[in-house]
Structure formats: C-alpha cells, structure tokens
C-alpha cells in the first residue's frame, strides 16, 4: 500500500533535493568563487567560441549517450564521489593550463567522467541501471544544471523541466530498443541531443568564461572544475532522490510536495564547498 503522506526521513530529503535543483544556479556559485560576475564574463568571449562551444557540446552529449546505452549497465566498481572530482581537477587543471582550444578537447573526457558519477550515484539511490529508462535519466542531470533567467520567470521548475524532457526522452527510448544508437534518419535522437545540448551549454559557456578570467590558469581551472563536477554530483543526488521517493510513494504525491515547498516564500541558504572529500 502506498503511504499517503511523507515520513519525516523523506520530507527531509525532498527538502535538501529541492533547496540543490531551485537554487543556486552554478554562475552563482562561480561568481562567489572567483569574485567576477559570471553572467559578464561569458559576454567577453569571443563570437567564434560560440560556434565551436556548440559544436563540442553537441559532440560529448552525443558520446555521453554511446556511453550511457553501452556501459552504464556494467557493474563496474564504484568510486567514491571525491575520486571523480580529483579527476576533474587533473581533467580541469590541463584546460586553464593551456586555455583556449584546450577547454575544447578536455570537454568530453570531463563530460564521459561525470556521466560515470553520476550513474554511481543512480545506482545508491536504487535505479536499475540495466534499465534503458534509468541509463537516459542520467543524461537529464546535464540538462537539469543548464537553468536560466528565462527558466525562472517562467516559473519552469525542476518538474517542468522533466516534462520538457519526457517526449524526447520516450521517443529516443523507443529508437534505441527497435535500432540501437544508428544516428542514419534518427530525429529522435538528434533531438534528444539538441534539447540536452542547449542547457548542458549554458553552464558549458559559464564555465568557459570562468576559465578564461586572466587570474584563474592551471590552478583555478582545476578548481573551477572541482566546483563543476561537485555541482553535477549535487544535481543528480537531488535528481535520484526525488526518483527514489517517487518510486516509494508516486510521482503525484511527490510533485505535489515539491510545488508546496516553491510556494514558500524566501530562498533556501546558499553553502558552497569545493576540494573537500
């Protein structure tokens, strides 16, 4: 029988999962970091970064999906979070080492190594990663951190978000079951790429811009990534957790504690951490 009102362990972990996925959004976090107003510093990228950007974000989601379809389902040995992060740091220090086009080729191995993160996370949440449906709800946790200023007015929300996804989602399932990942006449994959491509981009470009500040270098890039790969991780916990409990009680009832909790007034507090295991 399905409980009709949240336990108390649970209303607090719908609680930390709403106060990640609402707020902050990741510039906000690097703004705080690197005492430079993130939102500005993407302005100041050059135009033919954006081209190439998208072309390289259109290129890692894409092998984050050959990955997720083909491996995920592998019981490799899980790492702890912080040893994913230390490898974005090393990932992250030759970016703001070399800067510019290096960022470009260190996209997607830092990409492949969050996407294996994440699945571990999945997995201690209890997804069945041999489940296609739980293999592409890790590709959700890239769009879910590309939030915007027009998101927010619009009052999108994570569930809005998810309902955004579901169609493309269902319809690359559906794709993948009957043909396999053969991209020849597949819309339905190039357009579950495309709807993850653009808000995995924002944070992308956000990222960037960070990197590319005079004072960050080796140093800073690592660090910045240590952010980056740590808010991936937070989102997907949230992500999961939300999961979890909706798989426990229904996903009505949850959506319908989760709005009550926007409802409230006020932001929940902002806390950041980086480098710590």
């Known amino acids: 029988m399905i409980p009709f009102a949240l336990a108390p362990e649970d209303q607090r972990f719908l609680q930390r999962a709403f106060e990640h996925l609402e707020y902050p959004s990741f510039a906000a976090r690097l703004s705080s970091i690197v005492g430079t107003p993130i939102e500005m510093a993407v302005k100041l990228l050059p135009r033919s970064w954006y081209a190439a950007l998208h072309r390289g974000v259109e290129a890692a989601v894409a092998r984050a999906l050959d990955v997720a379809i083909n491996s995920l389902n592998e019981s490799a040995r899980p790492l702890a979070d912080h040893r994913y992060r230390m490898m974005g740091v090393v990932s992250g220090a030759v970016g703001g080492f070399f800067g510019g086009p290096a960022l470009l080729f260190e996209m997607p191995l830092t990409t492949v190594i969050m ?163």
């Open 115 to 277: 996407l294996r993160a994440i699945a571990d996370i999945a997995r201690q949440e209890g997804e069945d990663m041999e489940s296609l449906e739980s293999r592409l709800a890790c590709l959700e946790v890239f769009a879910m951190v590309g939030r915007s200023s027009d998101d927010d007015a619009a009052d999108t929300g994570y569930y809005g978000l998810r309902l955004a996804l579901e169609a493309p989602v269902y319809n690359a399932a559906r794709h993948i079951a009957r043909r396999g990942l053969d991209r020849r006449s597949a819309p339905a994959l190039v357009n579950l790429i495309g709807r993850i491509s653009e808000r995995f981009g924002v944070v992308l470009s956000e990222r960037a811009a960070a990197k590319v500040i005079p004072v960050v270098g080796a140093l800073g890039g690592a660090f910045i990534n240590d952010v980056f790969i740590h808010h991936f991780q937070e989102t997907a916990r949230s992500h999961f957790t939300i999961r979890r409990l909706e798989r426990k009680y229904s996903r009505s009832l949850i959506e319908a504690e989760y709005k009550k909790l926007k409802r409230r007034p006020g932001k929940p507090s902002v806390r950041y951490t980086a480098l710590a295991a």
